[in-house]
């Protein structure tokens, strides 16, 4: 079975999303809220990094890592729908 990673990041508290969606846009990738609609400061914070190839997800994520604006970066593998 094929396991398809996704990567994620979480924002320092109180950190806003613009210098890491420049960054996203230099890399040809989009960060997705993960949470959309949320009003906490918590949920707010976490992204999920899409349209990159499979094989540049490591590389975006050790850039993320080093991000003044980035608490968190890793790969997770993908969710699967119910009966997948």
Excluded: I
Excluded at 46 to 52: I, V
């Amino acid at each position: 079975m094929l396991c398809r990673m996704e990567a994620v990041l979480a924002l320092y508290p109180g950190h806003r999303a613009d210098a890491v969606q420049a960054w996203a846009r230099q890399a040809g990738v989009q960060l997705v809220a993960m949470f959309p609609g949320a009003q906490d400061d918590d949920g707010q914070r976490w992204y999920l990094l899409q349209g990159a190839d499979a094989s540049r997800l490591p590389a975006l994520v050790a850039q993320l890592q080093g991000h003044p604006d980035v608490d968190a970066a890793y790969l997770k593998p993908a969710g699967e729908p119910p009966g997948g």
